[in-house]
């Protein structure tokens, strides 16, 4: 089982410009969220899927938008990124029921814009 | 909405001290209580989770943490920290209304001299 994998690891974008943050599980894991990560604040919500076919905004989902492609894939899109979204991006899974095993996290993508 | 704070930000001890560090959430109702380590470079690991019964919780590589409903607090301990140990600690919660969504606390980046 390789968890949950997220492409790419790094990535430098300029203001404006767009791209697609992949995140994939092989868990067969109903939910699947993206997080972004910043010093000082934790790690905030931006969006979540609890099922495939369904996906709901999280705490800062303002200049993202997701889709949950099938039930592995979980896509994280900036359309226009600012040097706000600056970040390191986390991709997580949880398990059918209560998620008694709590979420499992990708490895992270570290996103700069200029 | 929930929260969760975490008082330290930035720990320093020497190898073989003693470790608490405090958390605490703000949610009325039934709660699930995380906490996380991330090690550098690497993605999120859960340390240990408390759902219900004994409040004394252990998890991996010696921590444990107790869960006291009356002060809203879950804080986590180890005995004799090691410098392997180097790394930040979050603390998260859901409720029972939305077991599936974690709220995080800001993280406290522990360091640990050999």
């Known amino acids: 089982n390789a968890g949950v994998t997220q492409t790419p690891k790094f990535q430098v974008l300029k203001t404006g410009q767009s791209m697609t943050l992949q995140c994939a599980q092989d868990m067969n894991h109903n939910s699947m969220y993206w997080y972004r990560q910043d010093p000082g604040m934790g790690l905030r919500l931006i969006y979540y899927s609890a099922s495939e076919g369904t996906t709901d905004k999280g705490e800062v989902p303002n200049g993202y938008n997701v889709s949950r492609l099938n039930k592995r894939e979980f896509s994280l899109r900036l359309e226009s990124a600012a040097p706000s979204q600056t970040s390191v991006y986390f991709c997580a899974s949880m398990s059918p029921g209560l998620g008694l095993e709590g979420q499992f996290f990708g490895p992270g993508t570290r996103l700069t814009v200029l | 909405a929930q929260s969760v704070s975490q008082h330290n930000h930035h720990v320093i001890l020497s190898e073989a001290a003693s470790l608490e560090l405090g958390c605490n959430y703000s949610y009325g109702g039934t709660v699930n209580l995380f906490w996380y380590v991330q090690y550098p470079g690497q993605h999120l690991q859960l340390l240990l989770k408390?759902?219900?019964?004994?409040?004394l919780v252990k998890g991996i590589k010696g921590f444990e943490a107790e869960f006291i409903k009356s002060k809203f607090s879950f804080n986590l301990r180890k005995p004799s920290v090691q410098w392997s140990d180097t790394a930040e600690y979050f603390c998260a919660v859901s409720h029972s209304g939305s077991a599936r969504q974690l709220t995080f606390g800001s993280g406290t980046q522990l360091t640990v001299l050999p």
């Open positions: 408390y759902f219900s019964g004994d409040p």
